[in-house]
């Protein structure tokens, strides 16, 4: 665990209590996915029952934007799906728009879950996002 | 003739707060103009000089549109700590540091 002077160090935060267990216990039982992988501190390979592979990069910030989004595929590369870990935790209706157009899907678990059902997942959007989305004619 | 800002800086959690015990890290956001890639990548410059001055630096950097959408600023009870501009970077930087660590200061 990083000591309080590395933390500046660690990108990108670390998580509050040090791990992502709760992600990995539902990926486990979700029924579309057959194997969950721990590739470093932030990123997991999921299998899918299709057998397509996702990269997934997965976070603790206060509200994931543009920038953070920019930042994240600048220091590690493309994933295929973003995740804000915690529920006090979220992220801008622009980056949800701009990962979206991206074809990558950025979700808090629990829509991750619902979105993994679908073939297309990037582009799932909760009922109060789709309402959003129409409002700033982006859909 | 003043400079338009290129971001500004705020400060919210636990560390601004008078009386807070032991502050786990020090809370702070960028606020850039906008999503182009010139205000992204100040953004980012900027987040990555105060990781670099402040120990325990914790920073969310939103667009001027996105903490709009959210209303970050309120929820957050965040401050503003001062401006910063491209031409005056580094001055700027080093005095926003110094303001927040004399919080650190004034709490013990």
Redesign the interface.
Known sequence: MAD??D??RVFP?PPYYGHFNFFETVMRQHRCVSNVKKVDAHTYELTLSTGGKLRVFICE???Y????Y??TT?ALGSFDAILINSNWC?Y????KR?CRGDKVGLFKIRDFMAALNKRDFWSYLTDAEIQSFKEKGWL | MALIPDAKLYGFGSHFQRGAQEPRDVDLLVLHRDTSAASIAFAIKLKSALCANVLNAHVVMLSEREERDITFIDRALAFELGEITSEHFQPQVSALCRRILQYSAAAK
């Open positions: 309080k002077h933390l500046n935060w910030c206060y509200s934007g543009v920038a953070e920019a930042e600048a979220g801008t209706p622009d980056a701009i």
